[in-house]
């Protein structure tokens, strides 16, 4: 199994507010797409309410949705009742936990691979990203110094971190 975990987080952790996203960062959507395209993304029940009508499910993606409801059904999404089932469905193809907070947490022991937003703006009051221990190190950075400028006019930077020893997802998601 290739399993990574993919967020956006402002400067202080923040990575949602109410459910949703607290800034609109259309390059961030962009490297979204483009690494998780044709992989298995696993959320929480919220983090798929929380997507746009339209787009649930994410096109072009296997859709695993984790509920301690077990007569949810959800059309166009695998719902499983906790991390072992997903782990089981996953099976060796690659996939990304999308969110949210406690889902992180929970797979954060299982992934090899963080790719991280870092966005330059402070968010009170949200759900926090998970921590990346000692065990993590940042592997690549985009750009490489500084910072990028979103047409939103927010800055950015995307950050890859490794579990340390172990071998990890490529560029574009696969091993």
Sequence with gaps: ?????????????????DGGLPWHLPEDMAHFRELTAGAVVVMGHTTWQSLPE???PLPGRVNVVLSRDRGLTLEGAIVVP???EA??????RRAWVI???????A??????VAEVTEIDVVVEDGASAPTLDESWAAVAVDPASGWAR?????RYRFVRYARRGRQGHGRDGRR
């Design 99 to 105: 969110g949210g907070a406690q889902v992180y947490r």
């Design 54 to 56: 339209r787009f649930r």
């Design 1 to 17: 199994m290739s399993l990574a975990l993919i967020w956006a987080q402002s400067a202080n952790g923040v990575i949602g507010v």
């Design 150 to 154: 979103s047409s939103t006019g927010l």
């Design 82 to 84: 906790g991390t072992r």
């Design 107 to 112: 797979f954060l022991d299982t992934a090899d």
């Design 87 to 92: 782990v089981a469905l996953i099976g060796d």
